[in-house]
């Protein structure tokens, strides 16, 4: 787990486990190639292609952007995030990887 994401979410105020969670799910414990290749935690997309960042530190950060823009907009609940963020209904994953995280 990258120590950054802790950082950058606490910097955002959003809950460590959900960012956590959030991406163990998206990226399958680091090894996507989303991630590896192009430093984007979450499937971000920038057009018709995934974005791509400089750093890691650059893509988690817009990925706590967008998990703050969301609760800013009243999307305070994993299933109202999750809505938004991800094409299948994966609420219960992030919240079974929330538990599992936390202990």
């Known amino acids: 787990m990258p120590v950054a994401l802790l950082e950058l979410a606490e910097e955002y105020n959003i809950s460590p486990v959900y960012a956590a969670a959030v991406f163990v799910l998206e990226t399958g414990w680091g090894s996507s190639s989303a991630w590896l290749a192009k430093h984007n935690p979450a499937g971000i997309r920038c057009g018709d292609r995934y974005c791509q960042y400089s750093t890691a530190t650059e893509g988690l950060r817009r990925m706590m952007e967008i998990m703050a823009d969301y ?15 991800s094409e299948v209904e994966d609420t219960d994953l992030i919240v079974q990887l929330m538990i599992q995280l936390a202990e």
């Open 71 to 85: 609760y800013g907009n009243g999307l305070t609940t994993v299933v109202q995030q999750r809505s938004l963020w």
